[in-house]
């Protein structure tokens, strides 16, 4: 269990207790069934009982209106009429009476009940028959004491049957009594079967429900490192800013939600440190950037004054180079013109000599114009190497020696 989920676990808790219903509904049915199944047993005892007993009654009133046909012919049957109405009478109860002990012996053999007195009182009542029928031979209804004469050949014979009735009853009676008791004993057995059952059973679930809470309550503190409390207000309390929070660990956890919170603790407070570090370091860079930068201000200054002076000296050498040039045509005119006096004759010379003269005073004048702008151009060639060593100081690192 200690690497499933919460979720399973919790359902995983859920099927268990769902199976547990389940098995106490299947108990409690079983139970509700076997105590249903007994009731209706002992109601069918009862049913089965009672529909005996009342046919066992009926043959008794049965066999009392026969008794009452006799003594009816017995009184009356002089009158042809009355004679024909009770013996119709007297039969017909007799049948009845055959028929109900008929039923009734039926009904006890499927109960398993002895039906020896019944077959007993059956012949009984079947030999009682004969007799009546046998004084009916001899009853003479032109004759007044014929009643009397029929009653003597019969008088106490009903006694057996009456009493036969009676004793079926009783042991109908008794039997219901004994099938009875029986049927209650096994209703409170099978009643206290299922609720120790029952009982058992709720014992055993809640155990077993108490057992799986605490191993997933166990796993879940376990996977937590505490409480769950506990881990949310250290969580809470780190989100705030917190980070002084002391996070109790039990010494061999080493890998529950509490541990890896401490880990983050101890990981924000080094990444903190860090980026604190990192901040002066920055603010000490940004100082030295500053003062380079001012450095650079006052190089790029030196560098537009030199580079106005070295424009100056362009200018100077620009209005030299022109000078020389106006020299350079004024010599050519003259040499142009010197030719042509040199063809009219030695007269010329002289004029030439001299004008020749004068070129010379300018080209010397030229040579130390161009001495000059050569003295001009090295201070030039000097400024534009400290242009150089300037720019290059710009460009690369502080500290950094430029290359040429």
């Known amino acids: 269990m200690p690497n499933l989920k919460i979720r399973t676990k919790l359902l995983l808790f859920s099927l268990a207790i769902s199976t547990l219903l389940i098995v106490f509904g299947f108990v409690g049915t079983y139970g509700m069934n076997a105590m249903l199944g007994n009731t209706v047993e002992i109601i069918d005892d009862a049913k089965a009982a009672s529909t005996n007993l009342i046919t066992i009654e009926s043959a008794r009133i049965h066999f009392k209106e026969q008794v009452q046909a006799w003594k009816n012919i017995l009184v009356r049957g002089n009158n042809p009429p009355d004679f024909e109405k009770y013996v119709a009478e007297f039969y017909l109860h007799e049948r009845e009476v055959q028929h109900m002990l008929d039923?009734?012996?039926?009904?006890?053999?499927?109960?398993?009940?002895?039906?020896?007195?019944?077959?007993?009182?059956?012949?009984?009542?079947?030999?009682?028959?004969?007799?009546?029928?046998?004084?009916?031979?001899?009853?003479?209804?032109?004759?007044?004491?014929?009643?009397?004469?029929?009653?003597?050949?019969?008088?106490?014979?009903?006694?057996?049957?009456?009493?036969?009735?009676?004793?079926?009853?009783l042991q109908i009676e008794k039997r219901a009594i004994e099938n009875t008791a029986q049927d209650l004993k096994d209703a409170e057995t099978v009643s206290d079967m299922a609720k120790n059952t029952f009982i058992g059973l709720v014992l055993a679930g809640?155990?077993?429900?108490?057992?799986?809470?605490?191993?997933?309550?166990?796993?879940?503190?376990?996977?937590?490192?505490g409480e769950p409390s506990y881990a949310a207000e250290v969580t809470r309390r780190i989100a705030a800013g917190d980070l002084s929070v002391d996070i109790a660990i039990k010494p061999s956890d080493d890998s529950s939600l509490l541990v890896g919170i401490k880990q983050m603790q101890t990981a924000l407070h080094e990444a903190i440190e860090h980026i604190?570090?990192?901040?002066?370091?920055?603010?000490?860079?940004?100082?030295?950037?500053?003062?380079?930068?001012h450095q650079v201000l006052a190089g790029s200054t030196q560098q537009s004054e030199a580079t106005a002076s070295m424009a100056t000296?362009?200018?100077?050498?620009?209005?030299?180079?022109?000078?020389?040039?106006?020299?350079?045509?004024?010599?050519?005119?003259?040499?142009?013109?010197?030719?042509?006096?040199?063809?009219?004759?030695?007269?010329?010379?002289?004029?030439?000599?001299?004008?020749?003269?004068?070129?010379?005073?300018?080209?010397n004048h030229s040579s130390a114009l161009i001495c000059s702008l050569s003295e001009q151009s090295n201070q030039i060639s000097a400024i534009v190497n400290v242009i150089k060593e300037i720019a290059c100081r710009s460009d690369q690192p502080v500290g950094t020696e430029c290359g040429n």
């Open 276 to 293: 604190s570090t990192a901040s002066n370091q920055l603010l000490q860079e940004a100082s030295r950037m500053s003062t380079t930068s």
């Open 206 to 225: 809640t155990a077993v429900a108490i057992v799986i809470t605490l191993a997933i309550s166990r796993s879940i503190i376990g996977e937590l490192g």
């Open 103 to 169: 039923v009734t012996g039926k009904s006890m053999r499927k109960e398993g009940i002895s039906t020896e007195q019944l077959e007993v009182l059956r012949s009984k009542h079947t030999e009682l028959g004969i007799k009546y029928r046998i004084a009916l031979t001899s009853f003479d209804q032109s004759n007044p004491n014929a009643g009397k004469i029929a009653d003597t050949q019969v008088r106490g014979v009903d006694r057996n049957v009456a009493d036969g009735l009676t004793s079926v009853v």
């Open 313 to 363: 000296a362009m200018d100077e050498m620009t209005l030299s180079i022109e000078h020389v040039a106006t020299s350079a045509t004024d010599a050519r005119d003259m040499a142009v013109e010197a030719g042509e006096l040199s063809t009219h004759g030695e007269n010329a010379v002289n004029g030439a000599v001299v004008e020749i003269n004068k070129i010379a005073e300018s080209f």
